[in-house]
Protein backbone atom coordinates (compact mmCIF):
# COMPACT_ATOMS: atom_id res chain seq x y z
CA UNK A 1 0.00 0.00 0.00
CA UNK A 2 2.81 2.65 1.01
CA UNK A 3 4.51 1.10 -1.65
CA UNK A 4 1.67 2.06 -4.23
CA UNK A 5 1.15 4.97 -2.72
CA UNK A 6 5.54 6.24 -3.29
CA UNK A 7 4.97 4.97 -6.96
CA UNK A 8 2.32 7.20 -7.61
CA UNK A 9 3.90 10.19 -6.39
CA UNK A 10 6.90 9.16 -8.22
CA UNK A 11 4.94 8.91 -11.22
CA UNK A 12 3.03 11.63 -10.91
CA UNK A 13 6.65 14.09 -10.32
CA UNK A 14 8.01 12.52 -13.82
CA UNK A 15 4.20 13.18 -15.86
CA UNK A 16 4.56 16.93 -14.76
CA UNK A 17 7.69 17.14 -15.65
CA UNK A 18 6.83 15.67 -19.03
CA UNK A 19 4.18 18.12 -19.29
CA UNK A 20 6.97 20.67 -18.97
CA UNK A 21 9.06 19.04 -21.45
CA UNK A 22 7.41 16.98 -24.04
CA UNK A 23 9.53 13.87 -24.78
CA UNK A 24 8.65 12.94 -28.11
CA UNK A 25 7.56 15.09 -31.38
CA UNK A 26 6.06 14.91 -34.44
CA UNK A 27 8.57 13.91 -36.97
CA UNK A 28 9.45 16.21 -39.39
CA UNK A 29 8.21 19.44 -37.42
CA UNK A 30 10.05 20.90 -34.29
CA UNK A 31 8.85 22.57 -31.52
CA UNK A 32 6.70 20.97 -29.11
CA UNK A 33 2.69 21.01 -29.06
CA UNK A 34 1.86 24.72 -28.44
CA UNK A 35 5.08 25.87 -31.11
CA UNK A 36 4.46 23.72 -34.25
CA UNK A 37 7.20 24.71 -36.30
CA UNK A 38 7.07 23.02 -39.53
CA UNK A 39 10.56 22.92 -40.55
CA UNK A 40 12.47 19.99 -40.97
CA UNK A 41 14.40 18.56 -37.53
CA UNK A 42 17.91 20.29 -38.15
CA UNK A 43 20.91 18.19 -37.69
CA UNK A 44 24.23 19.04 -36.79
CA UNK A 45 27.08 20.41 -38.89
CA UNK A 46 28.99 17.16 -39.27
CA UNK A 47 26.03 15.41 -40.24
CA UNK A 48 26.75 12.85 -42.73
CA UNK A 49 23.66 12.30 -45.32
CA UNK A 50 24.33 11.27 -49.22
CA UNK A 51 26.94 11.90 -50.53
CA UNK A 52 27.18 15.02 -53.49
CA UNK A 53 29.61 16.13 -55.78
CA UNK A 54 31.17 20.06 -55.47
CA UNK A 55 31.16 22.66 -57.70
CA UNK A 56 33.93 24.90 -58.33
CA UNK A 57 32.47 28.13 -59.24
CA UNK A 58 35.63 30.17 -59.76
CA UNK A 59 36.22 28.43 -62.99
CA UNK A 60 32.42 26.96 -63.57
CA UNK A 61 33.21 23.06 -63.48
CA UNK A 62 32.73 20.21 -60.76
CA UNK A 63 35.83 19.81 -58.97
CA UNK A 64 35.79 15.94 -59.49
CA UNK A 65 38.27 14.56 -62.06
CA UNK A 66 36.63 11.41 -61.84
CA UNK A 67 40.29 10.03 -60.12
CA UNK A 68 38.25 7.33 -59.14
CA UNK A 69 40.11 7.10 -55.30
CA UNK A 70 36.27 7.17 -53.86
CA UNK A 71 35.09 3.94 -56.08
CA UNK A 72 38.25 2.13 -54.96
CA UNK A 73 37.62 2.82 -51.65
CA UNK A 74 33.64 2.88 -51.16
CA UNK A 75 32.68 -0.65 -49.12
CA UNK A 76 30.16 -0.98 -51.18
CA UNK A 77 31.15 -0.17 -54.11
CA UNK A 78 27.82 2.07 -54.88
CA UNK A 79 29.29 4.64 -57.15
CA UNK A 80 30.91 4.52 -60.81
CA UNK A 81 32.62 7.18 -63.44
CA UNK A 82 33.76 8.01 -66.49
CA UNK A 83 36.08 10.71 -67.33
CA UNK A 84 36.92 12.72 -70.42
CA UNK A 85 39.50 15.43 -71.33
CA UNK A 86 39.01 19.07 -69.97
CA UNK A 87 37.78 20.86 -73.09
CA UNK A 88 37.80 24.29 -70.49
CA UNK A 89 41.89 23.38 -70.36
CA UNK A 90 42.34 23.39 -73.93
CA UNK A 91 40.54 26.94 -73.63
CA UNK A 92 42.90 28.03 -70.87
CA UNK A 93 40.42 28.34 -67.80
CA UNK A 94 41.31 25.56 -66.03
CA UNK A 95 44.24 23.62 -64.35
CA UNK A 96 42.22 20.34 -64.51
CA UNK A 97 43.35 18.32 -67.54
CA UNK A 98 40.82 15.52 -67.22
CA UNK A 99 37.35 16.30 -65.73
CA UNK A 100 34.30 13.99 -65.07
CA UNK A 101 32.06 12.82 -67.61
CA UNK A 102 29.69 10.88 -65.62
CA UNK A 103 29.12 9.93 -62.19
CA UNK A 104 26.59 7.49 -60.91
CA UNK A 105 25.80 7.20 -57.16
CA UNK A 106 23.54 4.26 -55.57
CA UNK A 107 22.10 5.97 -52.88
CA UNK A 108 20.68 2.65 -52.17
CA UNK A 109 23.63 1.19 -51.50
CA UNK A 110 25.46 3.77 -50.25
CA UNK A 111 26.27 3.43 -46.07
CA UNK A 112 26.81 6.83 -45.52
CA UNK A 113 30.37 6.04 -44.28
CA UNK A 114 31.93 9.10 -45.58
CA UNK A 115 35.14 7.05 -46.88
CA UNK A 116 34.88 8.78 -50.25
CA UNK A 117 35.03 12.21 -48.75
CA UNK A 118 37.95 11.51 -46.56
CA UNK A 119 40.16 10.23 -48.97
CA UNK A 120 39.10 12.41 -51.37
CA UNK A 121 41.92 14.52 -53.38
CA UNK A 122 40.46 17.22 -54.72
CA UNK A 123 37.81 18.27 -52.50
CA UNK A 124 35.12 17.18 -54.93
CA UNK A 125 32.73 14.59 -52.97
CA UNK A 126 31.08 15.91 -50.02
CA UNK A 127 28.67 14.27 -47.52
CA UNK A 128 25.47 16.79 -48.48
CA UNK A 129 22.74 17.03 -45.20
CA UNK A 130 20.26 15.54 -47.65
CA UNK A 131 18.59 12.34 -45.28
CA UNK A 132 14.85 12.35 -47.18
CA UNK A 133 15.22 10.81 -50.68
CA UNK A 134 12.83 8.24 -50.93
CA UNK A 135 11.02 7.51 -54.10
CA UNK A 136 8.50 5.68 -55.78
CA UNK A 137 10.42 4.36 -58.36
CA UNK A 138 12.42 1.38 -58.34
CA UNK A 139 16.32 2.49 -58.95
CA UNK A 140 14.62 5.78 -58.20
CA UNK A 141 18.08 6.51 -56.10
CA UNK A 142 20.59 5.36 -58.55
CA UNK A 143 21.72 9.60 -58.64
CA UNK A 144 23.21 10.75 -61.42
CA UNK A 145 25.70 13.90 -62.03
CA UNK A 146 23.72 16.70 -62.75
CA UNK A 147 21.70 15.50 -59.54
CA UNK A 148 24.81 14.99 -57.70
CA UNK A 149 26.17 18.04 -58.39
CA UNK A 150 22.86 19.81 -57.55
CA UNK A 151 22.87 18.10 -54.20
CA UNK A 152 25.92 19.16 -53.71
CA UNK A 153 25.70 23.00 -54.23
CA UNK A 154 22.68 23.64 -52.23
CA UNK A 155 24.81 21.73 -49.51
CA UNK A 156 27.95 24.65 -50.48
CA UNK A 157 25.01 27.26 -50.22
CA UNK A 158 23.48 26.15 -47.14
CA UNK A 159 26.55 25.17 -44.94
CA UNK A 160 29.27 28.32 -46.41
CA UNK A 161 31.54 24.78 -47.67
CA UNK A 162 35.18 25.89 -47.52
CA UNK A 163 37.22 23.11 -49.25
CA UNK A 164 39.13 20.32 -46.98
CA UNK A 165 42.32 21.39 -48.21
CA UNK A 166 42.15 24.62 -47.67
CA UNK A 167 40.27 24.54 -44.16
CA UNK A 168 42.17 25.72 -41.25
CA UNK A 169 45.82 26.70 -41.29
CA UNK B 1 7.66 -38.23 -20.60
CA UNK B 2 9.83 -34.60 -19.75
CA UNK B 3 13.32 -36.24 -20.01
CA UNK B 4 11.99 -37.66 -23.68
CA UNK B 5 11.34 -34.09 -24.62
CA UNK B 6 14.58 -33.05 -24.21
CA UNK B 7 16.21 -34.96 -25.94
CA UNK B 8 14.81 -34.59 -29.62
CA UNK B 9 15.77 -31.38 -31.50
CA UNK B 10 12.66 -29.41 -32.55
CA UNK B 11 10.96 -31.29 -35.07
CA UNK B 12 9.87 -29.39 -38.45
CA UNK B 13 6.75 -27.30 -37.94
CA UNK B 14 4.73 -29.52 -40.47
CA UNK B 15 5.04 -32.81 -38.87
CA UNK B 16 1.90 -32.34 -36.88
CA UNK B 17 4.23 -32.77 -33.47
CA UNK B 18 3.54 -28.54 -33.67
CA UNK B 19 -0.14 -29.70 -31.85
CA UNK B 20 -0.85 -30.81 -28.85
CA UNK B 21 1.01 -34.46 -28.26
CA UNK B 22 -1.85 -36.21 -25.67
CA UNK B 23 -0.34 -39.13 -24.32
CA UNK B 24 -2.42 -41.74 -21.55
CA UNK B 25 -1.91 -41.07 -18.38
CA UNK B 26 0.36 -37.84 -19.17
CA UNK B 27 0.12 -34.12 -18.58
CA UNK B 28 -0.17 -32.64 -22.13
CA UNK B 29 2.57 -30.79 -23.67
CA UNK B 30 2.62 -28.59 -26.63
CA UNK B 31 4.95 -27.19 -28.81
CA UNK B 32 4.89 -23.48 -28.85
CA UNK B 33 6.80 -20.91 -31.11
CA UNK B 34 8.06 -18.01 -29.98
CA UNK B 35 9.43 -15.39 -32.67
CA UNK B 36 11.15 -15.23 -35.31
CA UNK B 37 9.29 -12.08 -35.23
CA UNK B 38 7.90 -11.64 -31.78
CA UNK B 39 8.48 -8.19 -30.03
CA UNK B 40 10.31 -9.25 -27.06
CA UNK B 41 13.06 -11.46 -28.56
CA UNK B 42 14.70 -8.62 -29.42
CA UNK B 43 15.22 -9.05 -33.13
CA UNK B 44 15.08 -12.35 -35.21
CA UNK B 45 15.65 -14.65 -32.64
CA UNK B 46 13.25 -17.76 -32.56
CA UNK B 47 12.45 -20.21 -29.40
CA UNK B 48 10.73 -23.36 -30.28
CA UNK B 49 9.26 -24.38 -26.45
CA UNK B 50 7.84 -27.59 -25.28
CA UNK B 51 5.02 -26.07 -22.85
CA UNK B 52 3.42 -28.16 -20.05
CA UNK B 53 1.00 -26.11 -19.19
CA UNK B 54 2.28 -23.23 -18.48
CA UNK B 55 5.40 -24.45 -17.31
CA UNK B 56 8.65 -24.69 -20.22
CA UNK B 57 10.08 -28.17 -20.28
CA UNK B 58 12.91 -27.59 -23.16
CA UNK B 59 13.70 -25.00 -25.32
CA UNK B 60 15.62 -25.14 -28.78
CA UNK B 61 17.12 -21.77 -29.52
CA UNK B 62 17.21 -21.06 -33.39
CA UNK B 63 19.54 -18.33 -34.19
CA UNK B 64 20.93 -16.98 -38.18
CA UNK B 65 18.05 -15.19 -38.92
CA UNK B 66 20.25 -12.05 -39.21
CA UNK B 67 23.45 -13.83 -40.93
CA UNK B 68 25.08 -11.08 -42.62
CA UNK B 69 28.71 -13.42 -43.27
CA UNK B 70 30.50 -10.44 -41.38
CA UNK B 71 33.47 -11.98 -41.01
CA UNK B 72 33.49 -13.57 -44.53
CA UNK B 73 33.00 -10.15 -45.65
CA UNK B 74 35.56 -8.66 -43.76
CA UNK B 75 38.50 -10.90 -45.61
CA UNK B 76 37.51 -8.65 -48.93
CA UNK B 77 37.44 -5.41 -47.14
CA UNK B 78 40.48 -3.11 -46.98
CA UNK B 79 41.47 -2.75 -43.03
CA UNK B 80 39.57 0.75 -43.04
CA UNK B 81 36.92 -0.50 -44.60
CA UNK B 82 36.08 -3.43 -42.26
CA UNK B 83 35.28 -0.63 -39.59
CA UNK B 84 32.10 0.11 -41.06
CA UNK B 85 30.96 -3.73 -40.81
CA UNK B 86 32.26 -3.35 -37.09
CA UNK B 87 29.47 -0.40 -36.30
CA UNK B 88 26.86 -2.98 -37.73
CA UNK B 89 27.56 -6.18 -35.23
CA UNK B 90 26.47 -4.82 -32.31
CA UNK B 91 24.41 -2.00 -33.66
CA UNK B 92 23.70 -0.83 -29.86
CA UNK B 93 27.01 0.06 -29.15
CA UNK B 94 29.41 0.83 -31.76
CA UNK B 95 31.94 2.73 -30.32
CA UNK B 96 32.82 -0.16 -28.04
CA UNK B 97 32.86 -2.45 -31.26
CA UNK B 98 35.02 -0.41 -33.39
CA UNK B 99 37.27 0.61 -30.66
CA UNK B 100 38.43 -3.73 -30.17
CA UNK B 101 38.99 -3.52 -33.87
CA UNK B 102 40.83 -0.53 -34.29
CA UNK B 103 43.18 -1.50 -31.15
CA UNK B 104 43.55 -5.52 -33.01
CA UNK B 105 45.00 -3.89 -35.57
CA UNK B 106 46.92 -1.03 -33.68
CA UNK B 107 48.67 -4.51 -31.58
CA UNK B 108 49.67 -6.04 -35.02
CA UNK B 109 51.29 -2.99 -36.45
CA UNK B 110 52.89 -1.76 -32.87
CA UNK B 111 50.99 1.73 -33.43
CA UNK B 112 51.28 4.50 -30.38
CA UNK B 113 47.99 5.99 -30.82
CA UNK B 114 48.02 9.73 -29.01
CA UNK B 115 47.11 10.52 -25.52
CA UNK B 116 43.96 12.56 -26.77
CA UNK B 117 42.69 10.30 -29.05
CA UNK B 118 42.68 7.80 -26.72
CA UNK B 119 41.01 9.48 -23.59
CA UNK B 120 38.25 10.81 -26.34
CA UNK B 121 38.42 7.04 -27.22
CA UNK B 122 36.96 6.48 -23.52
CA UNK B 123 35.17 9.22 -23.47
CA UNK B 124 32.79 8.04 -26.58
CA UNK B 125 32.85 4.04 -25.63
CA UNK B 126 31.60 4.78 -22.26
CA UNK B 127 28.46 7.04 -23.60
CA UNK B 128 27.69 4.62 -25.39
CA UNK B 129 28.02 2.14 -22.60
CA UNK B 130 25.46 4.16 -20.60
CA UNK B 131 23.13 4.79 -23.76
CA UNK B 132 23.26 1.05 -24.28
CA UNK B 133 22.31 0.00 -20.70
CA UNK B 134 20.23 3.23 -20.88
CA UNK B 135 18.38 0.89 -23.60
CA UNK B 136 17.99 -1.82 -22.26
CA UNK B 137 16.68 -0.68 -19.29
CA UNK B 138 13.93 0.78 -21.20
CA UNK B 139 13.49 -2.43 -23.08
CA UNK B 140 13.62 -4.29 -19.57
CA UNK B 141 10.72 -2.18 -18.40
CA UNK B 142 8.73 -2.77 -21.48
CA UNK B 143 9.40 -6.57 -21.40
CA UNK B 144 7.71 -6.49 -17.30
CA UNK B 145 4.77 -4.42 -18.92
CA UNK B 146 6.08 -0.91 -17.78
CA UNK B 147 5.42 1.58 -20.81
CA UNK B 148 6.82 4.60 -18.89
CA UNK B 149 10.09 4.47 -17.87
CA UNK B 150 10.97 3.62 -21.64
CA UNK B 151 9.87 7.12 -23.00
CA UNK B 152 12.74 8.37 -20.07
CA UNK B 153 15.05 6.29 -20.88
CA UNK B 154 14.62 6.87 -24.52
CA UNK B 155 14.92 10.89 -24.00
CA UNK B 156 18.36 9.88 -22.10
CA UNK B 157 19.92 7.84 -25.03
CA UNK B 158 18.73 10.52 -27.76
CA UNK B 159 20.69 13.35 -25.92
CA UNK B 160 23.67 11.00 -26.26
CA UNK B 161 23.05 10.05 -29.53
CA UNK B 162 23.02 14.07 -30.25
CA UNK B 163 25.99 14.15 -29.15
CA UNK B 164 27.71 11.35 -31.18
CA UNK B 165 25.94 12.86 -34.42
CA UNK B 166 27.85 16.32 -33.28
CA UNK B 167 31.14 14.04 -33.13
CA UNK B 168 30.69 11.63 -35.90
CA UNK B 169 28.21 12.89 -38.33
CA UNK B 170 26.03 9.71 -37.33
CA UNK B 171 23.17 8.58 -34.63
CA UNK B 172 24.39 5.41 -35.04
CA UNK B 173 27.12 3.58 -37.70
CA UNK B 174 29.72 6.32 -36.43
CA UNK B 175 32.67 4.88 -38.44
CA UNK B 176 34.67 7.33 -36.63
CA UNK B 177 37.68 5.58 -34.65
CA UNK B 178 40.61 4.75 -37.26
CA UNK B 179 43.57 2.62 -37.50
CA UNK B 180 45.78 4.67 -35.23
CA UNK B 181 43.69 7.24 -34.08
CA UNK B 182 40.04 9.17 -34.75
CA UNK B 183 38.72 10.32 -38.33
CA UNK B 184 39.07 13.82 -37.07
CA UNK B 185 39.19 15.73 -34.23
CA UNK B 186 35.91 16.75 -32.01
CA UNK B 187 33.99 19.84 -32.53
CA UNK B 188 34.97 22.58 -30.90
CA UNK B 189 31.76 22.62 -28.76
CA UNK B 190 32.09 18.91 -27.44
CA UNK B 191 33.85 19.49 -23.70
CA UNK B 192 31.07 22.35 -23.16
CA UNK B 193 28.21 19.93 -24.37
CA UNK B 194 29.64 17.19 -22.41
CA UNK B 195 30.06 19.12 -19.23
CA UNK B 196 26.33 20.29 -20.00
CA UNK B 197 25.44 16.58 -20.86
CA UNK B 198 26.51 14.58 -17.70
CA UNK B 199 24.16 16.37 -14.83
CA UNK B 200 21.34 15.09 -17.43
CA UNK B 201 22.28 11.70 -18.01
CA UNK B 202 22.56 11.00 -14.33
CA UNK B 203 19.24 12.96 -13.87
CA UNK B 204 17.68 10.46 -16.81
CA UNK B 205 19.46 7.47 -15.12
CA UNK B 206 18.04 8.40 -11.75
CA UNK B 207 14.70 9.04 -12.78
CA UNK B 208 14.50 5.73 -14.37
CA UNK B 209 16.00 4.09 -11.87
CA UNK B 210 13.41 5.18 -9.22
CA UNK B 211 10.43 4.62 -11.22
CA UNK B 212 11.34 1.12 -12.46
CA UNK B 213 13.93 -0.19 -10.00
CA UNK B 214 12.42 -0.96 -6.61
CA UNK B 215 8.71 -1.21 -8.13
CA UNK B 216 6.86 -3.55 -6.39
CA UNK B 217 5.84 -5.19 -9.69
CA UNK B 218 8.42 -5.10 -11.16
CA UNK B 219 10.13 -6.83 -8.37
CA UNK B 220 7.23 -9.35 -7.95
CA UNK B 221 8.20 -10.00 -12.19
CA UNK B 222 12.22 -10.30 -11.90
CA UNK B 223 13.39 -11.15 -8.62
CA UNK B 224 14.14 -14.84 -8.01
CA UNK B 225 13.35 -15.55 -11.45
CA UNK B 226 15.81 -18.01 -13.52
CA UNK B 227 19.04 -17.47 -11.12
CA UNK B 228 21.99 -18.37 -12.04
CA UNK B 229 24.76 -19.54 -10.08
CA UNK B 230 28.52 -18.44 -10.16
CA UNK B 231 30.02 -22.02 -11.72
CA UNK B 232 26.75 -22.55 -13.80
CA UNK B 233 27.87 -18.72 -15.24
CA UNK B 234 31.50 -19.34 -15.53
CA UNK B 235 30.45 -22.71 -17.23
CA UNK B 236 28.33 -21.53 -19.64
CA UNK B 237 30.66 -18.43 -20.85
CA UNK B 238 28.72 -16.10 -19.61
CA UNK B 239 30.77 -12.21 -19.65
CA UNK B 240 30.14 -8.89 -18.48
CA UNK B 241 27.03 -8.00 -16.56
CA UNK B 242 25.39 -11.43 -16.81
CA UNK B 243 28.46 -12.88 -15.02
CA UNK B 244 28.49 -10.39 -12.37
CA UNK B 245 24.81 -10.31 -11.53
CA UNK B 246 26.04 -14.40 -10.36
CA UNK B 247 28.91 -12.31 -7.90
CA UNK B 248 32.13 -12.74 -10.11
CA UNK B 249 33.45 -10.02 -10.19
CA UNK B 250 35.07 -10.14 -13.14
CA UNK B 251 35.52 -7.44 -16.10
CA UNK B 252 38.18 -6.63 -18.71
CA UNK B 253 39.03 -3.57 -17.55
CA UNK B 254 40.24 -4.07 -14.20
CA UNK B 255 41.24 -7.68 -15.14
CA UNK B 256 43.38 -6.99 -18.20
CA UNK B 257 43.30 -3.36 -18.25
CA UNK B 258 43.38 -2.51 -21.88
CA UNK B 259 43.36 0.94 -23.41
CA UNK B 260 43.87 3.69 -20.66
CA UNK B 261 41.23 1.74 -18.14
CA UNK B 262 43.90 1.32 -15.32
CA UNK B 263 44.15 5.77 -14.93
CA UNK B 264 40.68 5.21 -13.92
CA UNK B 265 39.22 4.57 -10.75
CA UNK B 266 36.46 2.86 -10.68
CA UNK B 267 34.45 -0.48 -9.23
CA UNK B 268 33.27 -3.21 -10.69
CA UNK B 269 29.60 -3.73 -9.46
CA UNK B 270 28.51 -7.33 -8.78
CA UNK B 271 25.23 -8.96 -7.85
CA UNK B 272 24.31 -11.72 -5.37
CA UNK B 273 21.95 -13.99 -6.87
CA UNK B 274 22.18 -14.13 -10.50
CA UNK B 275 18.71 -13.63 -11.12
CA UNK B 276 16.90 -11.43 -13.40
CA UNK B 277 16.30 -8.88 -10.82
CA UNK B 278 20.25 -8.41 -10.51
CA UNK B 279 21.32 -8.31 -13.87
CA UNK B 280 19.30 -5.54 -14.47
CA UNK B 281 19.93 -3.64 -11.61
CA UNK B 282 24.23 -4.41 -11.90
CA UNK B 283 23.31 -2.35 -15.47
CA UNK B 284 22.16 0.42 -13.77
CA UNK B 285 25.14 0.38 -11.44
CA UNK B 286 27.25 0.12 -14.47
CA UNK B 287 26.00 3.09 -15.84
CA UNK B 288 27.35 5.63 -12.89
CA UNK B 289 30.16 4.00 -12.71
CA UNK B 290 30.96 4.86 -16.89
CA UNK B 291 29.35 8.47 -15.45
CA UNK B 292 32.54 8.61 -12.89
CA UNK B 293 34.92 6.97 -15.46
CA UNK B 294 34.10 9.72 -18.21
CA UNK B 295 34.42 12.40 -15.48
CA UNK B 296 37.76 11.42 -14.57
CA UNK B 297 38.55 11.24 -17.75
CA UNK B 298 37.55 14.20 -18.94
CA UNK B 299 39.90 15.45 -15.81
CA UNK B 300 42.85 14.08 -16.96
CA UNK B 301 42.15 14.83 -20.92
CA UNK B 302 44.93 17.04 -22.36
CA UNK B 303 43.09 19.94 -24.07
CA UNK B 304 44.39 19.98 -27.28
CA UNK B 305 46.81 17.57 -29.44
CA UNK B 306 47.09 15.22 -32.56
CA UNK B 307 44.22 12.50 -32.66
CA UNK B 308 45.86 10.51 -35.48
CA UNK B 309 48.83 8.81 -35.33
CA UNK B 310 52.01 10.01 -36.90
CA UNK B 311 50.95 7.27 -39.95
CA UNK B 312 48.26 9.26 -40.85
CA UNK B 313 45.56 8.09 -43.29
CA UNK B 314 46.66 6.02 -45.35
CA UNK B 315 46.12 2.36 -46.60
CA UNK B 316 47.45 0.53 -43.88
CA UNK B 317 49.56 -3.30 -44.62
CA UNK B 318 50.27 -4.86 -41.44
CA UNK B 319 52.52 -7.17 -40.85
CA UNK B 320 51.92 -10.98 -41.26
CA UNK B 321 51.00 -12.76 -38.18
CA UNK B 322 47.94 -12.87 -35.74
CA UNK B 323 46.60 -10.88 -32.44
CA UNK B 324 43.74 -12.08 -30.48
CA UNK B 325 42.61 -8.78 -28.71
CA UNK B 326 39.30 -8.69 -26.14
CA UNK B 327 37.60 -5.48 -24.69
CA UNK B 328 34.45 -5.04 -22.36
CA UNK B 329 31.87 -4.05 -24.22
CA UNK B 330 28.14 -3.23 -22.65
CA UNK B 331 27.09 -6.74 -22.88
CA UNK B 332 30.36 -8.72 -21.86
CA UNK B 333 33.79 -9.69 -22.89
CA UNK B 334 34.10 -9.30 -26.91
CA UNK B 335 37.24 -10.86 -28.86
CA UNK B 336 38.87 -10.63 -32.04
CA UNK B 337 41.06 -12.38 -34.01
CA UNK B 338 42.87 -11.52 -36.69
CA UNK B 339 45.03 -12.92 -39.00
CA UNK B 340 47.30 -10.88 -41.25
CA UNK B 341 49.03 -11.94 -43.99
CA UNK B 342 50.79 -8.89 -44.94
CA UNK B 343 48.33 -7.68 -47.68
CA UNK B 344 45.76 -5.01 -47.36
CA UNK B 345 42.69 -6.97 -46.21
CA UNK B 346 42.54 -9.26 -43.28
CA UNK B 347 43.52 -13.00 -43.88
CA UNK B 348 40.75 -14.01 -41.81
CA UNK B 349 39.30 -12.62 -39.24
CA UNK B 350 36.88 -14.16 -36.14
CA UNK B 351 34.64 -12.13 -33.67
CA UNK B 352 33.16 -14.01 -30.04
CA UNK B 353 30.95 -12.06 -29.66
CA UNK B 354 29.25 -11.55 -26.07
CA UNK B 355 25.45 -11.54 -26.94
CA UNK B 356 26.69 -15.21 -29.05
CA UNK B 357 27.92 -16.81 -25.76
CA UNK B 358 25.31 -15.64 -23.17
CA UNK B 359 22.99 -16.83 -25.23
CA UNK B 360 24.04 -20.05 -25.27
CA UNK B 361 22.92 -20.57 -21.41
CA UNK B 362 19.24 -19.67 -22.26
CA UNK B 363 18.60 -23.08 -22.36
CA UNK B 364 19.72 -23.39 -19.13
CA UNK B 365 17.96 -20.90 -17.79
CA UNK B 366 14.54 -21.26 -19.67
CA UNK B 367 13.65 -24.73 -18.10
CA UNK B 368 11.04 -25.07 -15.24
CA UNK B 369 10.14 -21.81 -15.71
CA UNK B 370 6.96 -20.04 -16.34
CA UNK B 371 6.33 -18.99 -19.98
CA UNK B 372 5.47 -15.38 -19.20
CA UNK B 373 8.61 -14.97 -17.16
CA UNK B 374 10.85 -16.68 -20.69
CA UNK B 375 10.39 -12.94 -21.72
CA UNK B 376 12.36 -11.50 -18.59
CA UNK B 377 14.48 -13.50 -18.97
CA UNK B 378 15.62 -13.22 -22.72
CA UNK B 379 15.39 -9.52 -21.75
CA UNK B 380 18.05 -9.73 -19.46
CA UNK B 381 20.42 -11.48 -21.31
CA UNK B 382 19.98 -8.29 -23.07
CA UNK B 383 21.35 -9.89 -26.64
CA UNK B 384 21.61 -7.75 -29.89
CA UNK B 385 21.06 -10.42 -32.81
CA UNK B 386 23.59 -8.42 -35.11
CA UNK B 387 25.91 -9.90 -32.87
CA UNK B 388 24.90 -12.93 -32.46
CA UNK B 389 24.32 -13.88 -36.23
CA UNK B 390 26.92 -11.76 -37.37
Redesign the interface.
Not at chain 2, 165 to 170: D, H, K, P, Q, T
Given at each position: MLNSIKGMFITLLSSAKGLREPVTRQYPATGNLLQREEAPTPVQPRFMGFPALTWDEGVGEPYCTSCMVCIRHCPTQCMSSTMKDNPLQAEGKSSRRKIVDSFEINLNRCILCGICVEWCNFDAIVMSHEHEMSTYVRNGDRVDLPVLLELGYKHQKETDWVPPTKRGK | MADAARNVTAPPLDSGAAQARPVSGEPVEMLLNMGPQHPSTHGVFRMVLWVDGEKIVDIVPHIGYLHRGSEKLCEG??Y??VI??FDRLDYIANFNNEHVYVRAVERLMGLEVPERAEYLRVILCELNRIASHLLFIATMGLDAGAM?PS??C??GRERIQ?LF??????RM?H?YFRIGGL?EDV?EDFMPRLRELMPQIREDLE?SD??LSF??IFLARLKDISPVTAEDAIDYGLTGPCLRASGVEYDVRKAAPYSLYDRFDFNVPTGLDGDCWDRYYLRVQECYESLSIIEQAMEQMPAEGNVLSSLG?RLVRPPAGEVYVRAENPRGEIGVYLVSDGSDRPYRLKVRPPSFCNLSAIRLMLINTWVADSVVILGSLDIVMGEVDR
Open positions: - | EQHQTLTMFFRAEAVSGAMNKPEKLNER
